[in-house]
Nanobody
């Protein structure tokens, strides 16, 4: 079971760090992705990290502002979100991912295996 946490309210230009933890398995042996579902929109993949951290990927809307990382000792994957914009608001989910090629990281969201409940992020002044 995965659990996402760390959401909350932030002002435009602010920062939040989301955490994704696993209670019954070891995250270091899985690729992990972060997804976002904005109000009235479909859920979209925004960032992923491969097994052994060889590849990270960011969708264009968050590239240069968000950063995905792992802390294996804490069995946690983080999503550091900087320079937040109102359009970043939504429910954020983490999931373990199926295999994808390091040469095509944009395909990382194609398959997912385990999901956690989401964490809400609001961005407003």
């Amino acid at each position: 079971q995965l659990q996402a946490s760390g959401g909350g309210a932030a002002q435009p230009g602010g920062s939040l760090r989301l955490s994704c933890t696993a209670s019954e398995f070891t995250l270091r042996y899985h690729a992990v992705g972060w997804f976002r579902q904005a109000p009235g929109k479909e859920r979209e993949g925004i960032s992923c990290i491969s097994i052994f951290d060889s590849v990270t990927y960011y969708t264009d809307s968050v590239k240069g502002r968000f950063s995905i990382s792992r802390d294996n000792a804490k069995n946690t994957v983080y999503l550091q979100m900087n320079r937040l914009k109102p359009e970043d608001a939504g429910v954020y989910y983490c999931a373990t991912l199926g295999w994808f090629s390091d040469s095509e990281p944009s395909t990382c969201f194609a398959t997912s295996t385990s999901w956690g409940q989401g964490t809400q992020v609001t961005v407003s002044s």
